[in-house]
């Protein structure tokens, strides 16, 4: 637990503000099939991500495996931590959510998962993808890229009238979702073994 006090207090901030925020601009609003609420939730996923993208890359500047290596913790438990804490983080703010929404609004709870926790998803793969494959300091951009990129598709198709958020879809919002989990579960698993077997490339900050 000693080494939830590695991650930086901002984050925690910035977490909390972006998750009240968003939460208040959705109850403050009517919410329907077809109306921007529901684009305000699937983008929110990948902003929350990117958070804890930034904070994850900072595992690897160099010097960080020094001090992990001083507080008698391995590499990979210090990366695996701080995914936890940011995964429990993430998922009460998205039981929370639908607990409200679910009541105040009357919408559907299974609507609010879907929406909210498969680009969340999508977004989690690209960025273990990007850390896996890219050997470069400028890693984050990459990721803010990816998550750009990913919430100007779903603001570009809604505004193109495309129903994303009908029953209709329902199905491949939850194809995309399972090939997104599985996605971060073998991206997990390869950059715990990378981690595992390039700890003075680390210390050197020459593993990205």
């Not at 637990?1 to 109850?27: E, P, R, T």
């Not at 495996?65 to 990366?79: C, D, G, P, R």
């Not at 990007?130 to 890229?145: F, P, V």
Request: proline share 1%; charged share 10%; aromatic share 14%.
């Amino acid at each position: 637990m000693n080494q939830l006090g590695f991650i930086s207090k901002k984050v925690w901030s910035l977490k909390a503000f972006f998750s009240i925020s968003i939460l208040y601009l959705i109850l403050a609003k009517d919410v329907y099939s077809n109306n921007w609420v529901w684009t305000l939730i699937a983008t929110t996923g990948p902003i929350l991500c990117l958070f804890n993208a930034k904070e994850i890359c900072n595992v690897f500047q160099p010097g960080m495996f020094e001090i992990q290596m001083a507080t008698k913790h391995s590499f990979s438990k210090v990366l695996m931590i701080r995914l936890i804490v940011f995964g429990i983080f993430d998922l009460l703010f998205l039981i929370c959510s639908t607990i409200i929404l679910s009541l105040v609004k009357e919408t559907v709870i299974w609507q609010i998962i879907l929406y909210g926790i498969v680009p969340y998803e999508i977004m989690c793969f690209g960025c273990m993808y990007i850390l896996n494959k890219c050997h470069e300091e400028n890693i984050l951009l990459y990721s803010t890229t990816w998550g750009i990129c990913l919430s100007s598709i779903i603001i570009i198709l809604k505004i193109s009238g495309v129903e994303l958020f009908a029953t209709c879809y329902f199905a491949i919002w939850l194809v995309f979702g399972l090939i997104a989990v599985s996605g971060i579960g073998v991206e997990i698993k390869q950059l715990l073994k990378k981690t595992g077997g390039n700890l003075n490339e680390i210390s050197n900050g020459t593993f990205i």
